[in-house]
């Protein structure tokens, strides 16, 4: 499939969408996306029309109907699709993130220890950190990797946090693969 231009709005309404479907597995309301992206609901029926044009969303009719994601639509946002995913906690000023998972740590300038900053991509909403929180990853599940760190900035239509890096430890034996 060739790859498709979203919006970011649509981007925002599509990842709202798959992390509010993986909680729940079941199609999820337009009025529980409105309330995840603080929008209008009527502006998301809008959108969810252009999106089902594009093959991204189905509509689901009837009293527990509402919307689910394609797997264009996991395509398309360059998410995948696993069944089992493997879990890599999450913390968020010291407690524990729940429906949340890491799916990607991206590690930017480690080159200059006083600036390290760390991408980390989530499954689930970013909506609920802030500047300043604390927010510790990890372990991961082969290299066993922790990273603590301060949010420093956050990006809610790619579901992602910048953290300022105040720990990082990984353990020195052998790892498990």
Same mark, same amino acid.
Do not use: W
């Given at each position: /499939?060739?790859?498709?231009?979203? !919006? ?8 709202? $969408? ?11 309301? &337009? ?6 992206? #603080?929008? #209008?609901? &009527? ?26 994601? !394609? ?27 729940? +429906? ?6 991206? =590690? ?13 991509? =989530? ?7 802030? @500047? ?5 990853? +990890?372990? !991961? ?6 990273? @603590? ?11 992602? $946090? ?5 720990? /990082?430890?990984?353990?020195?034996? @052998?790892?498990?693969?």
């Amino acid at each position: /499939m060739s790859s498709i231009e979203l !919006t970011p709005s649509q981007k925002t309404i599509l990842t709202a $969408l798959i992390n509010l479907y993986r909680k729940t597995e079941d199609a999820v309301k &337009g009025e529980d996306i409105a309330e995840e992206v #603080n929008r #209008n609901p &009527g502006t998301i029926r809008n959108q969810m029309q252009s999106l089902k044009a594009l093959q991204l969303v189905e509509g689901v009719p009837g009293p527990k109907g509402g919307y689910k994601p !394609t797997a264009n639509a996991y395509e398309a946002l360059d998410v995948d699709q696993m069944d089992e995913p493997a879990s890599v906690p999450l913390f968020h000023n010291d407690e524990a993130v729940e +429906g949340a998972n890491v799916e990607e740590i991206d =590690l930017s300038s480690v080159h200059h220890p006083e600036l390290c900053r760390a991408e980390i991509h =989530l499954q689930g909403s970013v909506r609920d950190f802030h @500047e300043g929180d604390t927010v510790t990853v +990890g372990p !991961t599940p082969l290299s066993k990797l922790v990273i @603590e760190g301060i949010v420093d900035g956050k990006d809610d239509t790619s579901n992602i $946090l910048i953290l300022r890096i105040e720990d /990082m430890v990984a353990p020195a034996e @052998e790892p498990a693969h």
